[in-house]
């Protein structure tokens, strides 16, 4: 059995050389559909020993990738994008997957990587990093999904889908075998630089629409459209909207319901975000996610102890993340479980010092506990441990203030100065406190003649 590796590219040249690398030694052929790279991607494609298409961009992902594939030869077909790589075990395996015959597809665990712990694709959380592939190293954790990406070459498989395309349908309704792959391809869509991310979510967001357009009565389209709206654009209402109509279309999926009640929540709508939660749950879709969401909906209502029960249970389903932890630890202090509470809130901050919502939440609970001296201890820690905002300069001078800590008030006023020079929220606070703050530039504007000896006089 012969095995082809079929792309779809677009000013890929980066990342074709290596994601190619990583499957030469099992494949027989590449075929390779360049829709339009000015980067000399078709080029490099045919040097690597491709068979290039020069295809036109049709705002259709699922043609695109059928006139690549109506140009393979080989009796299977393995399918990668340019920021994928095909896992260095692969070799060792899909001899036998395609020596298999009864089966036509195998379904193929992705790893996606990402730049945090609490990412998440779909409702699936990231897990720490194994450190398995070398190139991935510089990334803390993964998320998972599945596509069908190994394929048996035959009359009726192709890709269908506008966007988010695959051949699973296909074979599926004809009812060929669909198998489990068993190997990895390594993912960096998801750690490309933010413009790139940026006009790929706008992509998404157009084909999606038009999907929608083309395919009104499909519950999967709808969901797909509303999960862009909603992690990629915050457009809640929108998201909502195709939710409503996905859950609608088919009441028994029961993700849409999941991320039905997430948008309700965005909006504030926390009573009905339990109700859709407690539509998944009873169609069995029972996750971590839903779980954080019944806590976080329990919470916004003022339910303290049934939060804290929904987010030890989501503890219990699933990996725990620093963010769960600070949850958790606000939600046992305001049930009355103050040591336990701070506990898990210090520990949160411990775990992951960057991200600022979890200091956020140790300082709110010390502050709810009238301890001022350490809610502003733990104010100022968040000034070093993350790129602060002005609020956060605003929020530690005032915990200072109300502890008659003159000098300090001034000092956390002069250091958001220093890095938000143009705040007029901080200007005015400053000067009610007797802060006169000029920058650099100011002073150099200001000054007729000025040696460079005295710039570190002259500044206040």
């Known amino acids: 059995m012969t095995l082809a590796l079929s792309m779809i590219v677009r000013n890929a040249a980066a990342d074709l ?60 077909v393995l399918v990668l994008d340019a920021d994928e790589r095909l896992d260095s075990e692969a070799g ?40 398995r592939l070398p190139e991935a190293n510089p990334y803390p954790a993964y998320v998972t999904h599945q596509n069908v990406r190994l394929f048996r070459r035959a009359p009726g498989i192709h890709f269908v889908g506008r966007v988010h395309e695959s051949v699973g349908p296909r074979i599926v309704e004809s009812g060929a075998g ?47 459209l509303g999960l862009v709206e909603f992690d990629n654009f915050h457009n809640h209402e929108a998201a909502l909207a195709c939710f409503e109509k996905a859950c609608m279309l088919n009441p028994r999926l029961g993700v849409a319901w999941l991320f039905l009640s997430l948008a309700q929540a965005r909006l504030g709508r926390h009573a009905d975000a339990l109700a859709s939660l407690g539509r998944a749950k009873r169609l069995g879709y029972d996750t971590p996610l839903v779980a954080e969401s ?18 030890r249970a989501a503890l219990k389903l699933g990996p725990s993340t620093a963010v769960l932890e600070s949850k958790l630890g606000l939600a046992e202090v305001r049930a009355g479980r103050q040591a336990t509470g701070i506990e898990h809130l210090r520990r949160a901050v411990t775990r992951d010092p960057r991200l600022g919502e979890v200091h956020d939440r140790l300082v709110q609970a010390l502050v709810w506990l009238d301890r001022p001296a350490d809610a502003a201890s733990a104010a100022e820690a968040k000034l070093s441990a993350v790129e602060p905002i002005v609020s956060d300069y605003t929020r530690a001078a005032s915990i200072r203030a109300h502890l008659d800590e003159a000098v300090k008030v001034r000092a956390i ?48």
């Open 17 to 76: 050389e290596r994601c190619i690398a990583s499957a030469r030694n099992v494949i027989d052929e590449i075929v390779v559909a360049d829709t339009g790279s000015t980067d000399g991607t078709a080029g490099l494609a045919w040097r690597l020993g491709a068979r290039v298409l020069l295809t036109p961009w049709e705002d259709d992902f699922a043609r695109a990738r059928n006139r690549a594939l109506a140009e393979v030869r080989s009796d299977w």
């Open 92 to 131: 060792s395996i899909l001899p036998a997957l395609i020596s298999a015959p009864f089966v036509a597809g195998y379904q193929v665990t992705i790893r996606n990587y990402t730049l945090s712990m609490d990412d998440r694709i779909w409702d699936r959380v990231a897990v720490p990093n194994d450190f």
């Open 178 to 224: 669909l198998g489990e792959g068993g190997f990895l391809i390594h993912h960096f869509g998801l750690v490309a630089a933010e413009e790139t991310r940026r006009k790929k979510n706008e992509l998404y967001r157009e084909l999606g629409r038009q999907k929608v357009r083309e395919m009104p009565a499909d519950a999967q389209a709808q969901f797909e």
């Open 294 to 311: 019944e806590g976080d909906a329990h919470y916004s209502l003022g339910n303290f102890d049934a939060a804290r029960l929904a987010y």
């Open 413 to 460: 006023l002069r250091a958001g100065l220093e890095r938000f020079p143009r705040s007029e929220k901080l200007q005015s606070i400053a000067s009610e406190w007797g802060v006169v703050y000029q920058p650099v530039s100011a002073a150099l504007k200001s000054a007729t003649v000025m040696p460079i000896d005295s710039l570190e006089r002259e500044v206040p």
